[in-house]
Structure formats: structure tokens, C-alpha cells
């Protein structure tokens, strides 16, 4: 194929890329890790999960008064494992982990009573401050602010940087919410996002164009979120919707590179170059320099348009395309169109790592879809730095079983299982109770007593035929015969 070459609009000058400066990052200073655990709490720290536990209580007793027993950061673990469990085995209800055909043995063994686990689940809260109106985001902060230190303290990543959004999907009724057609997930909360080698660097909830606090400019997205790697001779990579003439020379003012896609209306953009393309076969190309920048027009099936600050204008490359009949055909194209080909999905393979086993569940409130997205967000970027440093073939499936097991403890061990079921059954020769288990669900005889109290069990006392909760109920049924 022909590539059609024009003169450049304006003196041009020799582009030349500087060598990449590998940015500092403070893992090199950490504890070395060696579990899923010990990756997975470089984000969710100890410091965090206690105050997770404050909030959570706090929000229990004013939900459910003197019903309320006080959880624990132990609690708080097995809670995170077993909402980890429910994106690895979806049922079509919480209720079904529980029910006698579709029950879980490893979420019965965390939460033996049902009732527990919602409460937990409903009471689970992140803010243990005061409501800020100013701020949409107040019940999630803490957890915002938290990764957006930890995240990036804990990776150095290379030289290619990729700015997207990303959809959190959502129906609830808030302010916050987003519709983009072209999204398989079209309502939602967008999050713009910056991704190096498959880990989520940085972040930023979008809020709306009316407030203030909110990014509202897609030049603004990326310089909130790249300006902490200026300097270093990074390359961003972006789609139509950020790149422009004015960002990239502010960019390669910072010592920092750009490619992406551009929209043939831009201010600056070459007009000239668009009425060429129009007479373009398949395959052709052209370009105009415009001092340090580069633009380019490319025909595949239809007219593409790249703007780059970092190849020069003579390099070329090849790709594979498809002739008519079905035939492999090499195409001669400016490497830039190349390039961002390879690099242009950062965003999009994080989001299909967290899609798999994706956590979060349906909810009546708007907050906890993006407290649960955060968490994923942290687990799959510990399952990165797990890959990269310990075990490169680790799936995904693989990390979180691991990890929902070490959150666990020994409750889910062999050993623990035994000890429990020697302590539930109270299982003596002597004893004339005996507690067992049955496949059929029926009302607990003692809390049924009580109004607005109704619990279903699968545990009865043999020999008297009476269904029983575990405990205490089935500790109060035995002594009153003693």
C-alpha cells in the first residue's frame, strides 16, 4: 500500500523520546509478602479494618438497637471472605448460601446463622465521622482517600500509562449516576482511571460537572491524574474523547509523552489532513508534523486519527488485516498506529479481571456498589503484585480462593471443624439431650416464643424432637432439665 506524504504545516523538529526514568515506589522499603493475605493487606490494612469495625458497630446499634452484638476485625475478615465466596459461586439470593439445596459449606462455616451474616452485611459502614454535604462522596472517603496512598506507594510501574474511564454498574437512585450508551454496563458510576502493566494506579469518582470538587474537563482527568509522574518520560496513552493539541504540549512540557486518537474537529488539528483522507484506499496513510507533534490519518475501514508526541514521523510498522476473500495480508502502518493498538485496552483488561469474579452485590443504597468496587479493585491489584513477584501463572480464581481462606483463619480448617462440631453437638454418653442435624428447615421451638423474633434452624435435640438453634438455644433447652 501507498503512504501519501505531505509537508509539514509548520518547522518541524527532530522527535527524539528521552530515556524512561523507572519511578521510585516505597514497596522496595515493605515487608517482603509471600501469601494473597499478606499482598491483599497492603491495601486493606489492619489500621483500616478497625476502623471499618468502629463504623460498623456504631451503625449497628443505631439500626438494630439492643440486638446487636459488636463485631470484630476478625468478623470483619470473614465478612470480606465470604462476599469474595458469593462473586466466585453466585447464587441468585444471599438466602440460597443458606438454604438445604444450594447451601455453602464454606459460608455456613463463617456465618453458621443466617441472620447474622445480614445483619453484618447491613450494618457494614465506612464513615465514622459526620455527614458532609458538601462532599457526595463523605460515606466512602476514608476508603477513597486510603487507596489513593496505598495504591500507588506499592507499585513502580513502566513507562506506558493508559487514561480511560470506567463504569461501576448501578440502577440506585443517585445524583451520581452516569449514562454512556456505547458501556456494556450503560447506568453507573464512572471512574476515570489511570493503569500501568494490568494495576490500577490511581482513580477518581466522577461527581458531576455542576460541582466543584468534581473533574469536569477531560484535560483536567489527566492531569490530576498523571502529574504525579511527570518528568519520568512516561507515555500516556488516550482515546478521542481526552486527546487535544493544547493537553499534549502541556504533557510534553512535563517531560511526559502522549499518544492516542483525536477527533478531526479539534482545535489545531490539521483540516487539510482530513479532506486527503477522504480519497484513501485501505491500508494508505499520511501525516503532518506540527512542532514536537505528530499527526497522522490512516484508513482501515474507515478514517482514523492519531495525535503523538513520541514517534517519529518516519517509523513504520506492520500489522495484519484481512482481504475480502478471507486472506492474512500485511499493511505497512506508522508505528504509532501500532502502538496503540497494543496499548489502548489497560483499562478495559482490568475491568475483565474484576468481572470474573466480580463482588459486589445488589443494594437499596447507592455507596456500597463503590465500596465494594474499591475492595475489588485492591484485590485484584494484590493478585498483580502477587503474579509479579511470587507466582506468574496464578489465575485469578486461584488468588481469591486463597485469599477468602487466609481471611477465614482456622475456622474453616479440619481441625477447627472438629473442634466446633465437638463443642455444638455436646455429644456425651451421659447426656440425655443430643443435638443433630437435619436436612429440613423448621422454626426454632424457643425464639418462636418470642414476638417478632421468628428463626429457622437445621439442628433439632434427638431425643426430645425438638428443633433448636445451635446456640443458645439449644444450651438453654438443656439445662432446664438439670
Known amino acids: 500500500m501507498e503512504e501519501i506524504v505531505t509537508a509539514a504545516s509548520t518547522s518541524s523538529v527532530d522527535i527524539k523520546p528521552q530515556q524512561f526514568v523507572c519511578v521510585p515506589s516505597l514497596s522496595r522499603q515493605a515487608t517482603p509478602c509471600d501469601s494473597p493475605l499478606d499482598f491483599f493487606q497492603l491495601f486493606v490494612t489492619s489500621a483500616l479494618v478497625h476502623t471499618i469495625v468502629e463504623a460498623t458497630n456504631k451503625m449497628g446499634s443505631s439500626l438494630y438497637k439492643e440486638k446487636w452484638a459488636n463485631t470484630t ?13 458469593m462473586g466466585v459461586t453466585p447464587h441468585p439470593t444471599i438466602d440460597s448460601y443458606w438454604h438445604h439445596d444450594l447451601r455453602s459449606p464454606f459460608i ?25 454535604s458538601l462532599d457526595p462522596l463523605w460515606h466512602i472517603r476514608l476508603l477513597i482517600t486510603h487507596f489513593e496512598v496505598s ?17 461501576v454498574p448501578c440502577k440506585a437512585r443517585s445524583t451520581l449516576k452516569q449514562y ?31 460541582r466543584e470538587q468534581s473533574l469536569r474537563t477531560p484535560t483536567q482527568v489527566v492531569q490530576s491524574l498523571v502529574a504525579p509522574y511527570y518528568g519520568f518520560h512516561h507515555l500516556v496513552v488516550m482515546n478521542n474523547f481526552y486527546s487535544s493539541l493544547p493537553l499534549f504540549r502541556m504533557l510534553l512540557s512535563h517531560s511526559t509523552y502522549a499518544l492516542g486518537t483525536i477527533r478531526s474537529n479539534r482545535k489545531e488539528f490539521p483540516k487539510d489532513l482530513v479532506g486527503e483522507t477522504e480519497n484513501f484506499e485501505r491500508g494508505q496513510s499520511s501525516h503532518r508534523q506540527i512542532g514536537g507533534l505528530v499527526a497522522y490519518s490512516f484508513y482501515d475501514r474507515k478514517p482514523v486519527y492519531l495525535i503523538s508526541s513520541f514517534h517519529p514521523p518516519s517509523q513504520k510498522s506492520t500489522i495484519d488485516r484481512r482481504d475480502p476473500s478471507g486472506q492474512v495480508m500485511s499493511i505497512s502502518v506508522p508505528t504509532a498506529v501500532k502502538d496503540y493498538n497494543s496499548y489502548r485496552g489497560g483499562v478495559d483488561n482490568v475491568d475483565q479481571r474484576m468481572a470474573y469474579y466480580s463482588i459486589p452485590r445488589k443494594s437499596r443504597r447507592w455507596w456500597p456498589r463503590l465500596a465494594w468496587w474499591l475492595i475489588d479493585a485492591a484485590i485484584s491489584n494484590a493478585h498483580r503484585l502477587y503474579q509479579m513477584q511470587i507466582n506468574p501463572t496464578c489465575n485469578g480464581l486461584d488468588f481469591r480462593m486463597k ?7 482456622d475456622i474453616c480448617s479440619d481441625r477447627s471443624e472438629e473442634h466446633n462440631k465437638r ?8 447426656d440425655t439431650h443430643r443435638l ?9 421451638s424457643i425464639c418462636s416464643r418470642q414476638p417478632m423474633r421468628r428463626k429457622r434452624t437445621h439442628f433439632m435435640c434427638s431425643p426430645c424432637h425438638v428443633y433448636l438453634c445451635c446456640s443458645p438455644c439449644y444450651d438453654t433447652h438443656r439445662l432446664a432439665d438439670e
Open 108 to 132: 455456613t462455616k463463617l456465618f453458621p446463622q443466617r441472620d447474622r451474616f445480614r445483619r453484618l452485611y447491613r450494618a457494614f459502614y465506612l464513615s465514622t465521622g459526620a455527614k458532609n
Open 151 to 167: 495504591f500507588p506507594a506499592h507499585f513502580s510501574p513502566s513507562q506506558v500509562l493508559v487514561v480511560d474511564e470506567s463504569m
Open 180 to 210: 454512556m450508551k456505547n458501556k456494556p454496563h450503560r447506568w453507573g458510576y464512572k471512574i476515570w482511571c489511570l493503569v500501568a502493566d494490568g494495576y490500577l494506579l490511581r482513580f477518581a469518582v466522577y461527581t458531576g460537572r455542576r
Open 403 to 409: 485469599l477468602m481462606h487466609e481471611l477465614a483463619g
Open 73 to 85: 476485625a476478625s468478623e470483619i475478615n470473614r465478612l470480606i471472605a465470604a462476599v469474595i465466596c
Open 436 to 444: 443433630s442435624q437435619s436436612d429440613n428447615l423448621h422454626d426454632c
Open 423 to 430: 463443642q455444638c453437638m455436646h455429644s456425651t454418653s451421659t
